[in-house]
């Protein structure tokens, strides 16, 4: 099971994140996603758990719950969501 983790702390990290996730069930992997230029974390980031049942618990208990001195915003991650290549902003190209 796929998982967002939103709103948080700058100063959170990966260990912080898989700590909180571990007390429900085996946690595959975490990733904070960071701004590409700047290196620094945007915010937010996903949590994958292998059995859905204990990453539904998860959810469940840690919305609202705080990671590294912030309460975050839990919940199943939505699919990726297709987006338009870079942008002029003129429309479509069409040659």
Same mark, same amino acid.
């Given at each position: 099971?796929?998982?967002?983790?939103?709103?948080?702390?700058?100063n !959170?990290?990966?260990?912080?994140? =898989?700590?909180?996730? !571990?007390?429900?069930?085996?946690?595959?992997?975490?990733?904070?996603?960071?701004?590409?230029?700047?290196?620094?974390?945007?915010?937010?980031?996903?949590?994958?758990?292998?059995?859905?049942?204990?990453?539904?618990? !998860?959810?469940?208990?840690l919305?609202?719950? =705080?990671?590294?001195? =912030? !309460?975050?915003?839990?919940?199943?991650? =939505?699919?990726?969501?297709?987006?338009?290549?870079?942008?002029?902003?003129?429309?479509?190209?069409?040659?």
């Amino acid at each position: 099971m796929n998982i967002y983790v939103g709103n948080l702390s700058y100063n !959170a990290t990966e260990d912080d994140i =898989r700590t909180a996730f !571990a007390q429900f069930g085996q946690v595959s992997s975490v990733s904070i996603i960071t701004d590409r230029e700047t290196g620094r974390s945007k915010g937010f980031g996903f949590v994958e758990m292998p059995n859905d049942n204990e990453g539904k618990t !998860a959810i469940e208990s840690l919305n609202l719950q =705080r990671i590294a001195g =912030r !309460a975050v915003t839990v919940n199943e991650a =939505r699919p990726r969501e297709e987006r338009s290549g870079g942008g002029g902003g003129r429309g479509s190209r069409r040659y």
